[in-house]
């Protein structure tokens, strides 16, 4: 099973950006962040297939954030502009073995999840 360290989150103010990064130890097929926010179930938020060239995204964060991937580093990026406090959870990086979903069941791996606080 691929290990797999978040980086990035933080405190920043609305409209502003962060980007977080998901280190994995090996390869993984589809990558994909997912957010919980106090009181509410997790949610999907961003996924990317092995070669980079088929992405989705949750509505909530179409045309606002960008996932990424540099596989000679085994490493996902997300990149978040124009957030807003409704942003505000903690992000967590999956990893699966075989194909790129929007859901929670198909990520075999999970990272411990970084914090990310968007004050109004």
């Known amino acids: 099973q691929v290990q797999l360290v978040e980086s990035g989150g933080g405190l920043v103010q609305a409209g502003g950006s962060l980007r977080l990064s998901c280190a994995a130890s090996?390869?993984?097929?589809?990558m994909g962040w997912f957010r919980q926010a106090p009181r509410k179930e997790r949610e999907f938020v961003a996924a990317?297939?092995?070669?980079?060239?088929?992405?989705y995204y949750a509505d909530s964060v179409k045309g606002r954030f960008a996932i990424s991937r540099d596989n000679a580093k085994n490493t996902v990026y997300l990149q978040m502009n124009s957030l807003k406090p409704e942003d505000t959870a903690v992000y967590y990086c999956?990893?699966?073995?075989?194909?790129?979903?929007?859901?929670?069941?198909?990520?075999?791996?999970w990272g411990q999840g970084t914090q990310v606080t968007v004050s109004s």
């Open positions: 999956a990893g699966s073995d075989f194909i790129v979903s929007t859901t929670q069941s198909a990520y075999r791996s």
């Open positions: 090996g390869r993984t097929f589809g």
């Open positions: 990317i297939s092995s070669s980079g060239g088929t992405t």
